[in-house]
């Protein structure tokens, strides 16, 4: 017993130290995420497996005729021609390669720019739901604490990804991502409040949250390749059945580091929600971490179907084309984890959002995925530099200018992070369809480029007697 004493002793250590609850935040963000992004370059396919798989369709190439079913056809797209006719449905369409070219490639461009719109709307609804349960799950966790709504909030993740498992309708997806949006707001909202509330120096708290983005970072770097692959080896279900026994596993380390069953209101009084979004400062923060979002979101939908028209890129390739901006963004993630406090959040988020516009601006440039991997990556410096800086900024703002109660901050984050990618997806696909993909990407860029400046206001932000004259609020602050 003498020998194990000293090993019981350090687990014991461990195990009442931060470090398990850092661990669970981590869990919970990387299923959100790996669920949130396994979907986008797989929707077109699963879209088309589901609506237009039952029936088969002809091709004709260099060498002759031959059957292939639909899931497959839509996949083999090339530089498209204006020769269709008619609706999709039981049609038999052919196909003639030029001299030379190896690749069948689908005619329907119609069909594709029609998919663009049905894809956006089915990846924004869980960016919707988000949005309208964030201020309900703001207020609950001031009444209850943290830990037991980010437990329902696993246990809705559960739901959402059986129904993708099993759904075999384009209304059964929508509700899927529904309750995937749902689930996220019970998960993200308590999980960044936690970690505001576990680690209170602004200093441990930049580290904590840069490691807990990591799960961020890790969900979003495996889920495009994974669910391309699982997808493509294995069968539609498989991914989404691997996720849901991974938010299993989060919820039995839920069950046993936090206390889901016990309720406990924030002993910290809650700041208003209006009072939050009359602050400047926090407006600002608010704003960039939309418009961020709001080009992921758009170059999300849009990006895999200007690959199937213009690259004729196989299924695998329409995960993979994010990986470089992935892997960027992870590496961003933890060397600015730290480094972000040091030069200046402000100056991270800045640079971010400056790399963010020039990279996007620069995709259009791209006629195959070898061209994407420099645009990608620098995509993922610019985002990485954000999201490491943006969120420990709000629960300093909040910290210097309102109360120390974290739920509504990050509502208010959650929901500009929503706004974005609610905008993102079912916007981006029409305008795409409208403009041009290589509009939209402009217009993106120039957005970027024109608001980053705004962060240098949050340089030195002043605190809460300083506040006062700035919100024009008449009352004497309360004295410390």
């Known amino acids: 017993m003498a020998r194990c004493s000293p090993c019981c002793q350090w687990l014991k250590k461990t195990w009442e130290s931060r470090a398990p609850i850092l661990l669970v935040v981590a869990v919970v963000m990387f299923v959100d995420c790996i669920l949130f992004t396994i979907i986008a370059p797989i929707a077109p396919a699963l879209l088309y497996h589901i609506e237009y798989g039952r029936g088969n369709r002809t091709f004709k190439n260099s060498s002759g005729q031959y059957p292939v079913s639909n899931y497959d056809s839509i996949f083999n797209l090339s530089h498209l021609e204006d020769s269709r006719k008619g609706p999709y449905h039981d049609q038999i369409i052919n196909i003639t390669e030029s001299p030379g070219d190896k690749k069948n490639c689908y005619e329907g461009k119609d069909f594709l720019n029609e998919e663009n719109v049905r894809v956006g709307l089915l ?33 809705i993740v559960v739901v959402s990804t059986l129904l993708f498992a099993f759904a075999n309708s384009y209304a059964l997806l929508c509700v899927a991502r529904g309750f995937q949006g749902i689930g996220s707001s019970f998960t993200m909202v308590p999980a960044l409040g936690t970690l505001a509330q576990v680690f209170p120096d602004d200093v441990e708290r930049g580290k904590a949250m840069g490691l807990a983005m990591s799960g961020v970072a890790i969900g979003v770097l495996a889920g495009p390749p994974f669910g391309s692959a699982m997808y493509e080896f294995v069968g539609k279900s498989a991914p989404f059945l691997a996720i849901a026994a991974l938010a299993l596993l989060d919820g039995v380390l839920q069950l046993c580091i936090l206390r889901p069953t016990r309720f406990s209101t924030v002993d910290v009084p809650a700041t208003p929600y209006k009072n939050l979004l009359m ?37 695998y390739q329409l995960g993979l084309c994010f990986l470089p901006c992935i892997v960027a963004y992870f590496i961003c993630l933890n060397v600015f984890a730290e480094l972000a406090q040091k030069i200046g959040r402000w100056l991270c988020i800045m640079l ?50 309102h109360t120390s109660n974290y739920g509504g901050i990050y509502a208010i984050s959650d929901i500009a992070l929503c706004i974005g990618y609610a905008l993102g997806p079912s916007c981006g696909g029409a305008i795409a369809k409208a403009v041009g993909f290589k509009w939209l990407m402009i217009i ?14 949050l340089r030195n932000p002043p605190g809460k007697e300083e506040t006062k004259p700035l919100l024009s609020l008449k009352e004497k602050p309360d004295s410390c």
Do not use: W
């Open 123 to 155: 990846l924004a609804i869980k960016a919707f739901l988000q949005l309208l349960f964030n201020p309900i799950v703001g207020k609950l966790v001031t009444r209850i604490g943290y830990d037991a709504p980010m437990f329902f909030g696993f246990v």
């Open 279 to 315: 602050d400047p400062y926090i407006l600002v923060a608010a704003v960039g971490l939309c418009i961020c979002n709001l080009t992921f979101g758009m170059l999300e939908t849009t990006l895999p179907i200007r690959m199937m028209e213009t690259m004729c890129a196989p299924r």
């Open 352 to 401: 971010g959002m400056l790399i963010l516009g020039i990279s996007v601006i620069c995709m259009p440039l791209a006629l195959n995925i070898y061209y994407l991997i420099g645009p990608s990556a620098a995509l993922g410096i610019g985002f990485g530099m954000m999201e490491t800086s943006v969120m420990p900024l709000m629960a300093h703002l909040v910290d210097l200018r």
């Open 444 to 457: 993106l860029g120039i957005i970027n480029l024109v608001f980053a400046p705004l962060f240098i206001l």
